[in-house]
């Protein structure tokens, strides 16, 4: 039984985590206030690195981040903590586990100031596992990650939107057709974890779903599994969001992940909640 530390571990990701690994592992938890959780824990501040370092984990997973405001902002917990976090676990024989995004990757880091700080994170850690103390760290990246019981609400507003729309059977609003997105239930998340710790992956691995949606193919399947057909769709030609790329699923990944629950059941159950 490994000893675990889920930073973040009260967000919707992070409970997720904890509740997958808990059943066969030693799990503690953090928030920043250390409401309902083990621990407080702020990445940013140096006196609270003590408790990854000398807590006697096996490994430390980074759940925790930040997604909206200035750069600075996000650059004081993606980048400066995340940096602070590597550099004091590089000396010891703990995991890093670092929970990070599509938004960080070379062909989307210039879209938002969010995928900048994500993608300076992950080159940051994938550097201090080079040299002749390396720290053991494995950066996942992930496509947009929902919860299908309601957690997900603030960082996939629109999906939440839809579906309680089509609970009571009204129309749905869809912009930016074209471009698609890679969408995992979060319990995919969670057991993604799982494999990386469980073959001590290192490096940066993108998990990437099979199967990819447009919007409107997003909101289709939603209407389906709500027992409606396409013409509770308005499409919006005009509007459009910016350009993503979606990576190729590494190869660590691959094969795993087309045994992993996909949209259609996350659906459902999304659709049943609220």
Partial sequence: ?????????TGFVGGYVRRELEVDHDVETTSTTG?????????????????????????????????????AELFEVNVRGLAALGFALRETA?????????????ANRNATD????????????????????????????????????????SSQPGLHHWASKLRVGESI???GAAGKRSYLPVTVVARAI???????????????????????????LLAVAAGHDDSKIVVDREARAFDYVIPACSPEFAAWMTDQEGCPSAFREMLNHG
């Avoid at 083990?38 to 096996?58: C, E, K, P, Q």
């Fill in 194 to 220: 799982r494999h990386a710790l469980a073959r001590d992956l290192t490096g940066i691995h993108d998990v990437v779903a099979p199967d990819a949606y447009t919007p409107l193919e997003l909101a289709t």
């Fill in 173 to 175: 609003k869809v912009f």
């Fill in 114 to 153: 969010y995928g900048l700080t994500k993608f300076l994170g992950d080159e940051l850690l994938a550097h201090l596992g080079d040299g002749r103390h390396p720290l053991r760290t494995a950066s996942l990246r992930f496509g947009q990650i929902f919860d299908a019981t309601g957690g997900s609400a």
């Fill in 94 to 106: 703990v995991k890093l586990i670092q929970v990070s995004s599509f938004s960080g990757t070379p």
């Fill in 35 to 71: 409401a309902n959780a083990t621990h407080a824990f702020d990445i940013t501040r140096a006196d609270h690195l003590a408790l990854a370092v000398d807590g006697g984990y096996d490994a430390v997973i980074n759940c925790s981040v930040r997604r909206a405001g200035t750069l």
């Fill in 1 to 9: 039984m490994a000893r675990l530390l889920i930073l973040g571990g």
